[in-house]
């Protein structure tokens, strides 16, 4: 029997998947699935006398019932909407700026990036220093030395939020940036030099042409910035523990402090579970909503 | 011919980082064991504060047991992080743990949960007799033992004794009196220009702000668990009007509104750079405050029980690391072998006196030795033996969080409805504790 060329190289091409998806199935869908069949046990990892109780949604109404999961959770929706809206707004004002020719822009565009290379933690270490409330920057910045009036920034519920919310648009704003960058550069010039021909100026050339061009760059910029954001940990887990009155306290943060320092693997799994579902919904809703153009290939 | 050779190797090249992978892959199966009748035993410790002095106490060990060998795991340095890896190690019946640390409040959990190992048949109540009663009630859990105390620690008051004669105070016997004299301290101080708050302590939302709340609470006549009925104290009237004091008179008054940031180092931070008149800790800052190198208030510095509120009486937090045995351990004879060296007499005198770490054994606070280098402990002995745990529970994590949480809603805003965040924070510890019923 003959194979031909083609079935052949298909084959082959299929083979060569195989190691692809068996990575995908084992660090991906096993460990979702598993959170999932988790989640709908109560298992409480010092009273092992429980057992691994089946309790279907049990976890799930807890959760819904919950206070102060409910609280994180609205914390968790505010830091995502006001630091989401922030970093693709600077991410394209900088992108706009580092797309002109001017001397030295190699150096800029390298520094815009240096937030971004940074490892959270040690950015969020590097915050907790600024907003020190005896050496930290900001207050030298508002006070100069006149110590007496130096605040503690991070002991006050509304000033920590917005602390961290900071700390996140510094450090991503660059992330953002470099994709909407990237957009940029795929506009052909000629659509400005026409314009311009037209009597066009350049708010009008921004409205008419940048924008919309950009849009496809804007959604992914937002898709990526929101997902995270839902994400966020390291931040709350360096600078604020969650505190002052729990006023940072974020929905992953809240979910590995029950799964890991209270040892409650079924309700920590409830909670995991639910971030990974909303930043799912999250991210179909943009391409329905937003990007139904994108999709289809008309921007 | 030459050519298809090339384009051959060419072919191979391109396999070769998937042939890397696999290799990598295969490489821990065929791992060469060395061959010996050495006992290697696995110990799980915290990064240490003098890693010189661990250094010496393992090498004493290793010389007087030729026969095991000690590998030391280096965790984190703060306890919940060191908790919560050494839990993800135990949860996974990891055989890399003999022997651990264990802070004062995870015995009940590690003993329900089966990660650490009763010591009943090796530590006879003769022996248990000759340590501290608390450190030995901390690590009992249903007429069982289950860790060796090392070393202690309790909550004390720090206070600038240059200052208290300056202005002839005596140390306070009250909070009152604490924040009377710190009050008029700090004023008179602030008229010479000198800019110093009157008090430091822990109130981050953490472990700390439990055993900070507690001794308050306490010291009013109050508890957080009620010792009759086993449920939660914090929403009678001594308890109420503790944390209200703090509120009210601590946070932001007598103390800087940036303790609602501090765990210790930052508490310890203001305190030795001569910026505040009286300081909660614990006894290591002894040590530090009294070094000319990392302190401006070397020589100035006192130490005093913790106050207490009129008709009460003061009370510390207990705290303390002991060692613990993994049920999953191959080698529990040298394991133990080396538990009871570390919690030795001589060892426990060594470290005291090159770490300045409070003994649990009671003779050794009438050891001359000791008391030489450490002045403080004869006196602090009385506190170490009136130390009080923190509520016992193998839930006490799940229980912690919610007081963290009460605590610091109650202190860190001025105008918090306490009475409404205690009934909350009650209803979810007694719900908690209904489970381990």
């Avoid at chain 1, 083979?15 to 096993?30: D, E, K, N, S, T």
């Avoid at chain 1, 953002?176 to 990237?182: G, H, S, W, Y």
């Amino acid at each position: 029997m003959r194979i031909s060329i083609n079935t052949r190289e298909e084959v082959f091409a299929a083979v060569l998947l195989i190691p692809c998806l068996l990575f995908v199935a084992v660090f991906a869908f096993y460990p979702v699935l598993y959170s999932v069949w988790l989640s709908m046990h109560r298992i409480i990892l010092s009273l092992p006398a429980l057992g691994r109780k089946f309790i279907g949604l049990g976890n799930y109404v807890e959760l819904f019932k919950d206070e102060i999961a409910l609280h994180s959770l609205a914390n968790t929706f505010l830091f995502v909407i006001i630091s989401t809206l922030f970093e693709v707004l600077f991410g394209l004002v900088i992108a706009l700026v580092i797309h002109r020719h001017f001397r030295g822009r190699g150096l800029v565009r390298a520094a815009v990036l240096v937030p971004w290379a940074i490892p959270t933690v040690v950015s969020s270490q590097m915050w907790r220093f600024i907003f020190n409330d005896k050496y930290g920057l900001v207050n030298f910045l508002f006070y100069g030395s006149d110590v007496t009036h130096y605040r503690a920034w991070l002991a006050d519920p509304f000033f920590a939020f917005s602390a961290i919310v900071i700390a996140d648009v510094w450090k991503t704003s660059s992330f953002a940036a470099l994709l909407i960058l990237a957009g940029l550069q795929a506009i052909p010039n000629e659509l400005y030099e026409a314009a311009r021909i037209d009597g066009a100026n350049a708010w009008h050339q921004f409205r008419r042409i940048t924008l919309p061009l950009l849009r496809p760059v804007l959604l992914i910029a937002l898709i990526f910035r929101t997902m995270d954001a839902f994400r966020v940990f390291d931040l709350v887990f360096v600078m604020t523990q969650g505190g002052p009155a729990d006023s940072t306290n974020v929905l992953q943060f809240y979910g590995y402090k029950k799964m890991f320092a209270e040892g409650l693997m079924g309700y920590g799994s409830t909670i995991s579970v639910l971030v990974f579902v909303i930043t799912f919904v999250v991210a179909l809703l943009y391409i329905r909503v937003i990007g139904s153009g994108l999709m289809q290939g008309k921007v | 011919m030459n050519n298809m050779r090339l384009s051959t190797t060419m072919r191979m090249l391109k396999y070769l980082p998937l042939i890397l992978i696999m290799f990598l892959i295969a490489l821990p199966g065929c791992k060469e064991r060395k061959e010996s009748d050495r006992i290697t035993i696995r110990f799980v410790s915290w990064k240490p504060n003098q890693p010189e002095v661990w250094k010496e106490i393992l090498g004493i060990f290793e010389k007087e047991n030729p026969d095991i060998r000690v590998i030391r795991e280096i965790g984190p340095h703060s306890s919940t992080a060191f908790h919560d890896l050494l839990t993800q190690k135990l949860k996974n019946k990891s055989r890399d743990v003999d022997v651990f640390f264990m802070d004062v409040i995870w015995p009940p959990e590690f003993a329900a949960a089966g990660w650490a190992l009763p010591l009943d048949g090796m530590f006879p109540q003769s022996e248990r007799r000759k340590f501290l009663d608390g450190t030995i009630i901390a690590n009992t859990y249903k007429n069982r033992i289950y860790g060796v105390p090392l070393f202690i620690d309790s909550g004390m008051l720090f206070y600038r004794k240059d200052l208290l004669d300056e202005y002839g105070f005596q140390p306070p016997i009250t909070w009152n009196e604490m924040v009377k004299q710190a009050g008029e301290i700090v004023k008179k101080e602030k008229q010479g220009g000198s800019d110093i708050y009157g008090f430091s302590g822990q109130f981050k939302q953490y472990e700390g702000l439990v055993c900070n709340m507690m001794e308050y609470i306490l010291s009013n006549g109050g508890r957080i668990i009620k010792l009759k009925t086993g449920k939660s104290g914090l929403t009678e009237k001594p308890a109420l009007d503790a944390v209200r004091f703090v509120r009210d008179r601590i946070i932001g008054k007598i103390a800087p509104e940036g303790v609602l940031t501090y765990q210790e180092p930052e508490s310890l931070d203001l305190f030795i750079q001569g910026k505040a008149v009286f300081l909660r800790s614990w006894p290591y800052a002894w040590t530090i405050s009294n070094d000319p190198e990392k302190s401006r208030i070397a020589g100035k510095v006192g130490i005093a029980k913790l106050p207490h509120f009129k008709g009460g009486k003061s009370y510390s937090a207990l705290g303390g690391w002991q060692l613990g045995i993994s049920s999953y351990s191959n080698n529990i004879k040298a394991a133990w072998r080396f538990v009871r060296f570390l919690t030795s007499n001589r060892i426990q005198k060594l470290y005291a006196m090159k770490a300045g770490k409070a003994p649990t054994r009671k003779s050794l606070y009438n050891d001359p030795g000791i008391l030489n280098m450490n002045p403080h402990f004869a006196y602090m002995k009385d506190v170490f033996i009136s130390a009080y745990p923190r509520p016992v529970s193998p839930l006490y994590p799940s229980i912690s969080n919610i007081l963290q949480r009460y605590f610091s809603k109650a202190v860190s805003d001025p105008n918090s409805d306490i009475e409404k965040e205690a009934a909350s924070a009650s209803r979810e510890i007694d719900r908690i504790i209904a489970l381990t019923k």
